[in-house]
């Protein structure tokens, strides 16, 4: 396959991705509506274009990572209306599935391959490419980007038809925001016990309490700083919202997804909307009268 692909949304996660590629070898053409995150981008080798539609037209492989439904769907519409070859279009963001198959219908209605392909990790371990992949949908186009998907993330996998990627998702991320209010609990109980909070991280890394969550975000409650952020609360609350509502229509009991969700609304509340969810700590301590 040709070494050349389109990535639309260079924010957090998509511009990590772009760097990734292109420090592989690959030819990345990228669109933002930021010129700032586009700018940037430049500086590291994405050649970037006015529109979808124009990656659309040069690039056999598109890849979209956006903020919403609506920036998803229009950029898909886009893509159908560009008038070029068939193409596959990865949809990484997080969103709710009846979105994920407008989108594929759209791009279906014009030819071309959707596959399904939500991202398990953070905007820091994006930037090391410690990424996992659940793709879905046409298996042999998810084989045939095997090369592409190894130079941005640590492991893929083909979790079948289209769809269930974000099935997959939407558990992983259940887990990331109970475990991320959790590693707050437990530094903000060790702090008011008097316990160094540096060593606190260590020593719970170091034992069974561990996940790949306190690990990554732990460090940052310790030190009380939350910039940059791998992952903004605004638009984590966007995740959850998602996944709550997947959990209802299915019938399934959330009680400690729901149980964070004063905890994150609280954050956002707080002046913490555009910092990392490691922010929550922050609630949790003015909760405990931590000064």
Not at 17 to 36: P, Y
Not at 180 to 187: D, K, R
Request: charged residues 15%; glycine residues 10%; negative net charge.
């Amino acid at each position: 396959m040709e070494q050349t692909v389109g990535i639309v949304g260079l924010g957090i996660m998509g511009g990590a991705i772009a760097r990734n590629l292109a420090a592989a070898g690959w030819r990345v053409l990228g669109h933002d509506i930021e010129a700032s995150r586009c700018a940037t981008l430049t500086a590291a080798g994405v050649e970037i274009r006015p529109d979808p539609a124009a990656i659309a037209r040069e690039a056999p492989v598109l890849m979209l990572s956006l903020p919403s439904p609506a920036a998803s769907l229009a950029t898909a519409q886009a893509i159908a209306a560009s008038g070029g070859d068939r193409r596959i279009v990865i949809e990484a963001s997080t969103l709710a599935l009846k979105d994920k198959l407008a989108i594929q219908a759209t791009l279906q209605a014009a030819g071309h391959v959707a596959l399904d392909c939500p991202i398990s990790g953070t905007g820091a371990q994006a930037l090391t490419k410690d990424l996992v992949i659940y793709a879905s949908g046409d298996a042999p186009s998810i084989a045939a980007l095997g090369p592409m998907f190894a130079a941005y993330a640590r492991a893929v996998h083909d979790v079948g038809a289209y769809g269930n990627g974000s099935k997959m998702k939407f558990v992983a991320n259940l887990l990331v925001a109970i475990h991320n209010v959790a590693s707050a609990e437990a530094i903000v109980l060790g702090v008011k016990a008097g316990l160094d909070p540096q060593h606190i991280v260590e020593l719970v890394t170091a034992g069974a309490g561990t996940s790949r969550v306190f690990e990554l975000r732990a460090p940052m409650m310790a030190r009380r700083t939350y910039q940059p952020a791998s992952m903004k609360i605004d638009i984590w609350q966007k995740d959850m919202s998602i996944i709550g509502q997947y959990a209802s229509e299915l019938g399934v009991p959330t009680p400690l997804l729901s149980a964070t969700m004063p905890i994150y609304a609280a954050a956002m509340a707080t002046g913490h909307a555009a910092d990392d969810t490691a922010a929550v700590c922050a609630v949790l301590e003015a909760m405990a009268g931590i000064g």
